[in-house]
């Protein structure tokens, strides 16, 4: 039988979660699997950029000297294409055909756009017309000189980024291992999805949901697992598991029943960090150290788990991957919509986000209730009804949390 339970606070809750784990080691990974991972260290050009002087647009290379009583003839003594190069000085009323993006001889001062040239009856020469205002070239190290920092620490990799690299000719960089997660379902009442269904059963929905959650927060998903309500079961898949995951995420068995065995678990065979907590939906939710595991067992209603994966578990896997830049925290919103139940704990409702009248606006959308499913796939904020004797009316101020994965 368990002991009385001494419900904590949402915060207190994020606080030991947070305070039990640490930024995982680092990796070295090819660029092309870099996309969305967190660096680990920093960059810096290897060379300037761009590494040579470099033309605007498709024209002609001249010498500043030369940038005078047009309309000009000019010898063209080199056509200069992308990827070419003419590495000799410009002489006096010279001038070679260049594309944008190519080489710009050393002692060019300008480049005249193609419009502003008029063709000859000498394939060897060309008539400028006119001037322009700008060179027409960007300079070497215009964008970053050699040695400049590219992209900090703990950086998001992202399609820019990858490119920023690819540009520099690096190859490889030093990321922060993602977190391993494991996934387990526990009830024998669970049923895997596409096989028969039972009298009494129900069809297994939180373990995939976790695991594509997990996945979006940049964990590496190492095992997604369900077992029937068995103590003995249960500790020999926590050991195992244990062993190859830096968190364990469990679904079902933690309230108070015979097959709580969850519950029963964080309270004899582990160091407990918490079993309540003031919110609504998923009150029971517990968290343990197990074999020296994190662990977070969930509820076992969709909405309570999905709920509580966004407030406690979302944060503590981008503190392991490393993650600062995320913004974790509840930010002023208006309501949307009246919501007059009474709370003896703080609610969190599940909402969907607009503007009105230029404000952030949170609207209630669906069922509140922990068992409630057909909401999850419209929810973009979690509203938070402080708990009291009233909820919130419409246009009230409330604070919001914004999924991690909207």
């Avoid at 939710?285 to 578990?313: D, Q, W």
């Avoid at 309501?335 to 599940?350: E, P």
């Avoid at 057909?374 to 973009?380: A, D, Q, S, V």
Wanted: net charge negative.
């Amino acid at each position: 039988m368990l002991d009385k339970r001494v419900a904590i606070r949402v915060e207190e809750a994020q606080k030991r979660l947070l305070d039990n784990k640490v930024m995982l080691g680092a990796e070295e990974i090819g660029i092309a699997d870099a996309n969305g991972r967190i660096l680990a260290q920093e960059v810096k050009a290897t060379m300037a950029m761009p590494h040579f002087r470099r033309s605007g647009y498709d024209g002609f290379a001249i010498r500043a000297e030369d940038d005078a009583n047009y309309p000009r003839t000019f010898q063209v003594v080199a056509d200069v294409p992308c990827g070419s190069a003419y590495n000799h000085d410009l002489q006096a009323n010279e001038t070679v055909r260049i594309m944008t993006g190519a080489k710009v001889p050393e002692n060019a001062g300008k480049i005249i756009m193609l419009e502003q040239s008029r063709e000859t009856d000498d394939v060897a020469t060309i008539t400028l017309i006119n001037t322009h205002k700008n060179t027409n070239i960007t300079e070497r190290g215009e964008e970053f000189e050699e040695g400049a920092t590219l992209l900090q620490a703990h950086h998001h990799l992202n399609p820019g980024s990858i490119s920023l690299l690819a540009a520099f000719g690096v190859p490889n960089v030093t990321v922060f291992r993602r977190p391993r997660v494991a996934i387990l379902s526990t009830g024998s009442e669970l049923v895997q999805p596409g096989e028969p269904l039972p009298d009494g059963k129900i069809f297994n929905s939180n373990h995939l949901m976790l695991a594509a959650l997990a996945k979006d927060a940049g964990a590496e998903v190492i095992a997604v697992e369900q077992i029937e309500d068995d103590l003995a079961l249960t500790k020999n898949r926590l050991t195992d598991l244990a062993k190859q995951a830096d968190l364990i995420l469990t679904t079902g068995g933690v309230s108070v029943g015979d097959f709580d065995f969850m519950a029963i678990i964080a309270k004899e065979d582990a160091e407990l960090l918490y079993n309540k907590i003031q919110m609504r939906p998923g009150s029971v939710t517990t968290a343990m150290r197990y074999e020296n595991t994190l662990v977070a067992a969930l509820s076992g209603n969709p909405g309570a788990c999905f709920t509580a994966f966004h407030l406690l578990i979302a944060p503590v896997l981008a503190k392991m991957s490393g993650d600062i830049e995320t913004q974790f925290t509840f930010q002023p919103a208006k309501m949307g919509a009246d919501y007059s139940k009474n709370n003896a704990y703080d609610r969190f409702l599940r909402g969907q986000l607009l503007y009105e009248a230029g404000e952030l606006t949170a609207v209630p959308v669906g069922s509140d209730m922990s068992s409630a499913l057909g909401n999850l796939h419209l929810t973009e904020c979690l509203i938070k009804i402080p708990s009291g004797k009233t909820g919130k009316n419409k246009g009230e101020e409330i604070e919001i949390w914004r999924l991690s994965s909207k």
